[in-house]
């Protein structure tokens, strides 16, 4: 079975004036291993669909099953990074990375491991120190993407994760992320509006259309990564 199954989800926001439909009945299964990634104008309902599996949201109908099991609020399951900086401004590049550890109580020696290992993958081994101010916004999301990771999610989420960067720093950051992909193999659901983002990062592709979101297409790409 798929990790993730999205299954005929629609959601509507009720506002005091109006309903609005951002998700009009959408399926997808994402299996294991995947990047997977959505795409679509703004405002076709890219976040809104993310923020469901983020458990942040509830659908209006339709369900979400991660791993066979309905998503029923936030979880450590689900590693999320967003467009903007969600670091804890007060803990260092470090206990940032380590914060979801210490929650778990792992014990030390293994969090300094496992904290360690990613600060190197993410080339942050020079920074761990570092508050969040003192950082670009690349290496922000650098620490974002490792702190996701240190809990061993059974899926990243990822928000216009570089949407915020200049290009060079956001094609560094997308080579980055296939590294690091390449490394661990996790599922990865990743949502941009910018197709030639979508193209050299997604196995599958889903394309969405502008509001009300629906599926448009489903693009499983054949050839491998450079
Ligand atoms: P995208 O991420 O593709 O830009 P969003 O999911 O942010 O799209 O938004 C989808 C649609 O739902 C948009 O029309 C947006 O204005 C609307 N929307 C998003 N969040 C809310 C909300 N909290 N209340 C009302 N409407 C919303
Ligand atoms: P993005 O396109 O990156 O999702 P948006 O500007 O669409 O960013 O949305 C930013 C925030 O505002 C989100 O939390 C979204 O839910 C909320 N939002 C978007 N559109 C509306 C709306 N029409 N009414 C209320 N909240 C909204």
Redesign the pocket.
Known sequence: PPLLRIKDVRLE?T?KTKT?V?IDNISIDVPDNQFAVIV?P???????LLYLVAGLNEPTSGEILLGNEEIDGPGPDRGMVFQSYTLFPWLTVRENVEFGLKRRHVPAAEREDIVNRYLNETGLAAFHDAYPKQLSGGMMQRVAIARALANDPKILLMDEPFGALDSQTRNSMQKLLLRVWEQHKKTVLFVTHDIDEAILLGDRIYVMTA?PGRLKEEVVVPIARP
Do not use: E, F, Q
């Open positions: 926001y506002t609005v951002a679509g703004s405002g076709c309902g890219k976040s809104s509001r």
